[in-house]
């Protein structure tokens, strides 16, 4: 596919907090870009003096603009999207809205998110649904193979993470979209590390239900999520929770759910939040998912390239497709202390343990490992300095 390239020098002119640190951590939360950050806070200062109600219903428009732009990005219509919180609780919103009963079966994978392992674990305890792990493939990643061939009528509901939160490998999600599709299982997608660093279409991939987070590679603010049903799911879901928002009270004895995707949203939310998302998703636009990833892949398999080089390094990605998290771990020096080692100096990385990728860590007899997740404004330079120092 033809793209322009990123021009990293205006990336990084836009970015004012990128010139005094070495930002690693885009995976965590991203660097918000100057205009997604004075949208931000423009919005704020004008809830300062006008009034918060007011300022929504005069920059309303840019409210609106969040479900077009989200539509865009995903390639699906503006009614099928939500403004949430966070991923985590647009993905609850979905999944505990779907009918499952004792010996239902929920397919995942052995990287899945640790708040999504809760879940499911929650609703088996709660319900009597079982969880049942794909295997991974001698790649590292989920067996598409192995999925199809777990598959009965018992199975409700297939419910995968598309990049795990700990490691670098891409989750074959259009495969899965696939044998989702053939056998007429509902489908939902974590696609939290995935949305706003390489092309995401619903359509292509298959899925019903997708959550995104702002704060991560689409660089929005902190506080802020979205979630994706797909349109004949809508109005065949009963939301989790309702309020007035989501619902209409007709009468002391009846109210109405919404039709629209908005069915699974709070009344009260980060209005100025939202406002910047859909700014911050129209950044990515411009510069094309495609070039993002282009980018990004670049970048990190550079950074992987240069630290296999440290003896005592091992970079422990998995996957035949790989992302801009680039996760390693050093011979005798914990992932926490190399963590702690370059916060000083101005080198954001993280570490990445216990709850978050608890079960894939368990199988692969891994601790934890330093994760240094990379975007397109991120520079050589900037990879020849993290060397040195984790070299050091
Ligand atoms: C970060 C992350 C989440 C949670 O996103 P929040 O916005 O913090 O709720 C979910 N899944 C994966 C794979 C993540 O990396």
């Not at 349109?231 to 002391?252: G, K, N, V």
């Amino acid at each position: 596919m033809t793209h322009t390239p990123i021009d990293v020098d205006r990336a990084r002119l836009e970015t004012r907090g990128c010139g005094g640190l070495i930002h690693f951590n885009h995976a965590g939360s991203s660097l918000m870009p100057a205009a997604v950050a004075d949208h931000l806070i423009g919005w704020q200062r004008e809830e300062e003096f006008r009034g918060g109600y007011e300022t929504a219903n005069r920059r309303r428009h840019e409210l609106e603009n969040f479900y077009d732009a989200s539509a865009r990005l995903l390639n699906c219509h503006r009614d099928e999207i939500a403004f949430v919180e966070n991923a985590t609780r647009a993905w609850d919103m979905a999944f505990y809205a779907l009918d499952l009963g004792p010996g239902d079966r929920i397919l995942t994978a052995a990287c899945e998110y640790g708040s999504n392992m809760i879940a499911y674990l929650h609703r088996a305890k709660r319900t009597g649904c079982v969880v049942d792990i794909v295997p991974d493939d001698a790649h590292g990643q989920l067996d598409v193979a192995a999925l199809e061939a777990m598959i009965d009528d018992r199975v409700k509901l297939i419910s995968i993470s598309h990049i795990p939160t700990g490691g670098g490998l891409v989750n074959p999600a259009e495969a899965v979209g696939a044998v989702a599709r053939r056998h007429g299982i509902p489908y939902l997608l974590d696609a939290c590390q995935s949305v706003g660093q390489m092309p995401v279409d619903v359509k292509a991939i298959g899925c019903d239900f997708l959550s995104a987070t702002g704060r991560k590679y689409l660089r929005g603010p902190r506080g802020t999520g979205l979630l994706y049903v797909r349109r004949d799911w809508i109005t065949r879901l009963d939301p989790p929770l309702l309020d007035q928002h989501a619902a209409t009270l007709l009468s002391e004895t009846e109210y109405e759910i919404r039709d629209d995707a908005r069915r699974f949203e709070n009344w009260e939310c980060h209005f100025a939040g939202k406002a910047a998302l859909g700014t911050a998703i129209d950044y990515a636009l411009g510069w094309g998912l495609e070039a993002i990833e282009a980018r990004v892949t670049e970048i990190a398999e550079r950074l992987r390239a240069r630290l296999s080089e440290i003896p005592g390094i091992t970079i422990q990605d998995q996957g035949q497709r790989r992302c801009g998290i680039v996760t390693f771990t050093k011979d005798g020096e914990a992932a926490a202390d190399i963590k702690a080692r370059l916060a000083p100096i101005g080198i954001n990385v993280t570490a990445s343990a216990g709850s978050g990728s608890r079960v894939g860590f368990g199988r692969r007899g891994l601790e934890s490992v330093v994760r240094a997740s990379v975007h397109y404004l991120n520079t050589t330079d900037e990879i020849d300095r993290f060397v040195t120092e984790i070299a050091a």
